[in-house]
């Protein structure tokens, strides 16, 4: 079996947590609350993962989602759930991919056919999927540093420049808290501390289980922390007006001019994203390679095939970015990811825990 180290986990969740989420305004409904939902989100993500992600994985240290869901679900219910989370997987990889394509010809290739960036992009996941899980977390491993750099000298750079102004996150919660609790649940949970639920299929491979829990959840509250603050830098660079942009930290950047020589930071950004995008579209594509596998007993590189296949298809089903926006807050976050991330877990984690008394009890 392939196995991760203690630092791979912990730079796989925090570049996969940060993603490109520290870029954009999430709960931007919260207006300058924004940053306020934010920190509601994280809390309530940090209690589903300690109390309802972490205790499936330590019930069965060495099992993954699939095999978990087959022994305590029943053979037929645990295969179509986990067939389920083979499609869930498959469909946020989708969501990465087609995003990091429509950036692509945004910023970079404007004239490239979408379908052959698309290609590209799943081919390159691909590869590092096939590769297998070790090389794909080595590869975390060495991206961490330098991405953690970039955001360091982004973010003192804007510090110093003299646009971001503290003031403009005042006045705290204008309207009550209300509207931020609704900014917040459950839209920025599913968006992006939800998540986590993915590591259900990575666990079983790290080398230290004892240390599992206490990395994991060291990685979440610095990747969440790290987005709380990020948003707060966004509302307090452009205000709470900052929704109206594409990528707000961008455009934040982009007003950078100190000495007449610091300036244009930009390109800087682009990279940030497209690293973030890349890991989570591969993470996802991973996972569901890895379930695929699983549940049809079939060897890793054979499934990677139908699920490439699929990735690539779900892609061009999107007649443009932003029905795929518009799908994914108008459903996604609020009906369909909470299912996979929330209830099913937690049903998950209940059946586990009364199967474990009722067999004590019986002893």
């Known amino acids: 079996m392939e196995k991760i180290s203690h630092y791979q986990l912990a730079s796989g969740i925090i570049l996969f947590q940060i993603g490109s989420s520290s870029l954009f305004l999430l709960a931007s409904n919260a207006k300058q609350d924004a940053w306020i939902a934010t920190s ?5 993500g940090f209690c589903l993962l300690l109390f309802v992600t972490l205790p499936i994985q330590k019930m069965e240290p060495g ?3 699939v095999q978990i869901l087959q022994t305590y679900m029943g053979k037929y219910a645990g295969a179509i759930i986990a067939a389920a989370y083979i499609l869930y997987f498959s469909y946020k990889s989708i969501r990465n991919v087609r995003e990091f394509g429509d950036l692509m010809i945004v910023y970079l290739l404007p004239n490239t056919p979408l379908s052959v960036i698309l290609l590209i992009l799943v081919f390159l996941s691909g590869y590092a999927v096939y590769q297998g899980l070790e090389v794909f977390f080595r590869i975390t491993e060495f991206l961490l540093p330098i991405v953690v750099f970039i955001y360091a000298a982004l973010i003192l750079t804007l510090l110093s420049s003299g646009i971001v102004h503290f003031e403009r996150l005042e006045p705290l919660l204008e309207h009550g808290i209300k509207p931020v ?5 459950p839209e920025v949970i599913s968006f992006p501390f939800g998540e986590m639920v993915v590591l259900l299929m990575f666990w079983s491979h790290y080398n230290n289980k004892p240390n599992m829990s206490r990395v994991t959840l060291a990685s979440y509250l610095f990747s969440g922390v790290f987005i709380i603050f990020t948003n707060m830098i966004i509302l307090a660079s452009l205000s709470a007006t900052s929704f109206l942009i594409a990528i707000p ?3 934040g950047t982009s007003f950078i001019q100190i000495a007449g020589i610091i300036e244009r930071m930009d390109p800087f950004v682009a990279i940030l994203l497209f690293t973030g995008v890349f890991i989570k579209q591969t993470t996802y594509f991973l996972a569901a390679v890895l379930a695929c596998s699983e ?3 079939m060897k890793r590189r054979k499934a990677l ?4 296949a699929l990735i690539f298809i779900g892609c061009l089903l999107f007649r443009s970015h932003m029905e795929q926006v518009w799908t994914g807050f108008k459903y996604n976050v609020v009906f369909h990811f909470p299912i996979f991330q929330i209830w099913i877990p937690a049903a998950l984690v209940l059946v586990m825990l009364l199967k474990k008394y009722f067999k004590r009890a019986r002893i």
């Open 181 to 185: 609790f609704d900014a917040a649940i």
């Open 63 to 65: 099992k993954n989602l």
């Open 305 to 308: 095939i139908p699920i490439g």
């Open 295 to 297: 549940l049809f007993k």
């Open 40 to 44: 509601i989100a994280m809390i309530a």
């Open 249 to 251: 930290f961008m455009m």
